[in-house]
């Protein structure tokens, strides 16, 4: 096997796992988490109905990454922000770009999933870990 062939393959993959964290997501805007099945995301993501379950072993997992996949990128947000010479109106662009019309289901499903880990202890860290770069944000606007 030559190492194209495994990136190629590693690089397929990553894209079917993205695209199903990304179907998770439309699927959690449009029905809630209980919506979600391994089924549902990978009828979403246009993938055979055993690949959300390849990719991830229960529907826990599947939501546990798709919130993982989702603070990782609002996380981003808040370092692109933090860095900027005005931090402060970086995160106000931002978070308008954020609350826009088109990103507004998108935005929805990641609070459930963020609500959902009161429930879960499995999301707990991640949940924790978006609130603590918010408020590390926070802290260097105000100087605190």
Known sequence: M????TDGRLLKGERRRRAL???ALRVVARDGVAGVTHRSVANEAGLPASSAAYYFGSVDDLLTAALVWAADQFS???RAA???PDPVAALASALAAELAEER???VAAEYELYLLAARRPALRPVARRCVD???ALARACTGD
């Not at 030559?2 to 062939?5: F, L």
């Open 2 to 5: 030559t190492p194209e062939v």
């Open 21 to 23: 964290l990304e179907a």
């Open 76 to 78: 981003g947000l808040l």
């Open 82 to 84: 933090a860095a900027a």
């Open 104 to 106: 507004r289901p998108f």
């Open 133 to 135: 770069d918010l408020a």
